[in-house]
């Protein structure tokens, strides 16, 4: 290998890495709130980017259908619950955003012909279409076993994780879709090329990790959402809701999902379980910071994409094995570092 | 009690962790600007008694109500948005965050209600009340001392303008010297017309400063009266003022 082709892989192993990243903070996120280990975090990487090749395909994707699906379960849901405890109050806002919502987004994407539009709308309108089946997923699945076990929810998560790809089949077909680039910039730096949407990955990537920053270190309802991470009950008492917490940290989770999905969407062909294995590398990024800290798990995600990277070149067929091999010693170093850790704290 | 009233009124309060019952039958009331005092021995469902109230305890028998409104049925970011605040025996602070933070967040529900302005000042007073915190301000709060805990749990509930404090022990595993000053916050506090429902153990202590107590024996209300009545009483003096009872 020569520096030439070590750049290169460096390169894709660092566009590859920040999406990795950005996995890996919104499962540590996710995991700190509400203790739900989300394995269908791909899901939404896969759903993101469908969507938006539906769109450009002239095709009305099919999570619209989902979107309204599952906001007409919640409804249910919500309107049940308000009619037990009495309390009629609560509902208008929770069919506005569950059945208004969706039914608006459904009569643009229907009606508003986006195949048209420029890029930037189109994405901002399949992330439309997506980040609220975070919270719905939440409230479906996740919100009546709110004091479970991590184990209980972890198996729930394996289920939603099936259940989402199995959707994902039905609405999206079995064929892989890739999107055209942001921008088909491509300039020099020294002796490689760098291409367009490499740049923007990470330079997108760099933002949202520094908006997520800004928001949970500099906001109020940021630091609430750290709260309930860390005490519960603490947040509880100072009027902190754990429901909206964890319908907030779905929310950002499927944000994060949605948007990487995007974001990828033109570097490499998306199927409608590609999500998966995608989100499987950010979450070795996130054992690697052991589901708590926020700054290793995005650099344990960066050294996942660089591994895969490099490793593709010297032993291409073992490359998955080399990558999820890493997840051993780290468990070992983890294991022989960390003290019993009470999984209610 | 009469004469004052009332902010908080409990009747018969039944509740408990699954099927296991630690409250029964439980009727107290809480004057307006007053403070009343429960007291009773390790396992007599004090604690059990204020987390039901707040409903982190199930409560399958009774009602509530607050300010003269019917708040049975209402959640407790609900409870805390109105006013009723616990300071829980086991503080529950946010161990990682810093002081500052932790007192921000004790602002949380009256920043949602819209008064978003008054969260620095009152951060000033708490560092009023309490220099040491001023001190530590940019510490993580689970660097602290055991009093400098209290003092933050009591300043972070403070963040919420409580019109009702409700105290868990607030003297539990504290120095003598410390125990004071905060009883003598307490006192302040009362006199600033926060009605307090103070739970503890130094039934001694707590009774000086209290109006009205209660005490509770096997979850059930044993005895109840002003406090300088209690303070008086034989049977009380036998079982939590003698050599157990307090200092």
């Known amino acids: 290998m020569d520096l030439q082709v070590a750049l290169l892989l460096g390169q ?16 540590v996120l996710v995991f700190a709130v509400t203790r739900v280990v989300f394995i269908p975090q791909g899901e939404f990487v896969a759903f993101g980017a469908l969507t938006l090749a539906s769109f450009q395909a002239d095709k009305t994707p099919g999570t619209l259908w989902l979107l309204l699906a599952a906001g007409g379960l919640v409804s249910l849901f919500e309107v049940g619950a308000a009619l ?62 709110a004091e479970a076990s991590v184990l209980v929810l972890l198996i729930v998560a394996v289920a939603v994780h099936l259940v989402l790809v199995g959707l994902g089949l039905l609405i999206f077909g079995a064929e892989g879709s890739r999107t055209p680039p942001f921008s088909e910039a491509s300039f020099e730096i020294g002796s490689i090329a760098v291409n367009g949407q490499t740049v923007w990955v990470l330079v997108a990537s760099l933002v949202l990790v520094g908006s997520l920053f800004v928001f949970f270190d500099r906001t109020l309802r940021g630091k609430a959402l750290r709260a309930t991470a860390l005490n519960r009950t603490g947040a509880r008492l100072m009027g902190i809701s754990t429901v909206k917490a964890g319908k907030q940290a779905f929310m950002l989770a499927a944000l ?90 | ?72 049925e209402s959640e407790l970011e609900k409870l805390v948005a109105l006013g009723m605040i616990l300071v829980p025996e086991k503080r529950e602070l946010f161990g990682a965050m810093s002081v500052a933070d932790n007192l921000l967040l004790g602002g949380y529900a009256r920043h949602c209600q819209g008064y978003r302005d008054e969260a620095k000042s009152l951060v000033d007073e708490v560092f009023g009340i309490f220099p040491r915190l001023r001190e530590r301000r940019l510490q993580a709060s689970a660097t602290l001392s055991g009093g400098e805990r209290q003092m933050l749990a009591l300043g972070r509930a403070l963040m919420g303008k409580p019109k009702l404090l409700m105290l868990d022990e607030p003297s539990l595993g504290l120095a003598p010297l410390i125990v004071r000053e905060i009883f003598l916050i307490i006192e302040k506090l009362r006199q600033k017309g926060v009605s307090i429902l103070l739970v503890e153990q130094n039934a001694r202590a707590a009774l000086q400063l209290a109006d009205y107590a209660y005490v509770l024996e096997t979850g059930e209300v044993a005895m109840e009266g002003s406090a300088c009545e209690l303070a008086a009483d034989p049977k009380m003096i036998a079982s939590y003022l003698g050599l157990a009872g307090g200092q």
């Open chain 1, 12 to 27: 894709d192993g660092l566009t590859n890495g920040a999406i990795y990243a950005l996995l890996a903070l919104a499962l």
């Open chain 1, 84 to 145: 037990r405890r009495r309390k009629l109050g609560l509902v208008a806002p929770t069919l506005l955003w569950n059945l208004a919502y969706p039914a608006l987004a459904a009569a643009i994407a229907v009606l508003g012909h986006p195949v048209a539009w420029p890029l930037a709308f189109q994405v901002l309108l399949s992330l439309a279409l997506v980040v609220p089946l975070g919270p719905m997923v939440y409230r479906l699945a996740f919100q009546p076993l």
């Open chain 1, 256 to 345: 994060i999902g949605a948007f990487s999905g995007v974001l990828i969407a033109p570097i490499t062909t998306i199927y409608y379980d590609s999500g998966f294995l995608i989100g499987l590398k950010g979450f070795v990024g996130a054992i690697v910071g052991g589901l708590t800290s926020y700054p290793i798990a995005a650099a344990g995600a960066v050294l996942v994409g660089l591994l895969e990277s490099y490793s593709s070149f010297w032993a291409s067929a073992f490359k998955e094995v080399i990558v999820f091999t890493l997840i051993i010693p780290v468990l070992l170093w983890r294991s022989l570092k960390s003290q019993d850790i009470d999984e209610h704290q």
């Open chain 2, 1 to 72: 009690m009469s004469g004052v009233a009332p902010v908080l009124e409990v009747r018969d309060l039944c509740a408990g962790y699954g099927r296991v019952e630690a409250l029964h039958h439980v009727d107290l009331v809480v004057g307006s600007g007053q403070i009343v005092t429960v007291i009773g021995a390790n396992g007599a469902g004090k604690t059990t008694l204020l987390s039901a109230i707040m409903g982190l305890v199930g409560r399958s028998r009774g009602s509530m109500f607050y300010e003269g409104v019917d708040e049975s």
